[in-house]
């Protein structure tokens, strides 16, 4: 048996409540991923009868998925069901304290802030990967220019010049 084997063996322990050290990490992804976790919340609040019990039950399901891809030790909490509503219930908590995506105004666990996801119009925003506005500095591009400049002087002057031939022929 490798190190790894025999680090790997434990079962994940049992939690009736989110452990603080475990919410700490979970804190950091939910920030990055707030935008899908508010409309998973969201969707389980229009769906339900109870919008408390749904999404403290939303809430146990959004940990279960982060624990289940970044942290299997703690991915052991409570069924669905009173209890599963109270590990909801003690996660919305903390999130409430934190202002993580639940209001931290207000008595109400279920409100959820309304700005997630909406970008200022007074902030400037940069886009990653693309290519840059300014095109690359081209030293002869002055020369095409005043050809093509030349040219249009050029065909606008013989233009003029057979207009007032055709007036003078006229009269």
């Known amino acids: 048996m490798s190190k790894k084997e025999s680090i790997n063996e434990g079962r994940p322990m049992f939690q009736d409540t989110p452990n603080e050290m475990a919410y700490l990490d979970f804190k ?5 991923n707030r935008k899908s976790i508010k ?6 609040v229009e769906d339900g009868r109870d919008p ?10 959004v940990w279960l998925a982060w624990a289940n891809k970044n942290a299997k030790e703690w991915s052991r909490v409570p069924n669905k069901g009173p209890q599963g509503k109270d590990f909801g ?3 919305a908590v903390m999130m409430k304290k934190d202002n993580l995506i639940i209001k931290k ?5 279920t409100d959820m802030q309304e700005d997630i996801g909406i970008i ?5 925003t940069a886009k990653k990967h693309t290519a840059p506005a300014n095109p690359p500095y081209d030293p002869d591009a002055h020369l095409d220019r005043r050809d093509d400049d030349e040219e249009k002087l050029q065909a606008l002057l ?3 010049i057979k207009s ?5 022929s006229i009269k």
Do not use: C, H, M, V
């Open 28 to 32: 950091k992804w939910a920030y990055k």
């Open 39 to 44: 409309g998973i919340l969201s969707k389980a």
């Open 52 to 61: 408390g019990t749904d999404i403290f039950l939303a809430l146990r399901q």
């Open 89 to 91: 219930r003690a996660l």
């Open 105 to 109: 105004s207000g008595n109400k666990l």
């Open 120 to 124: 200022p119009i007074s902030k400037p």
């Open 158 to 160: 013989t233009d003029l």
């Open 164 to 168: 007032e031939l055709k007036k003078l």
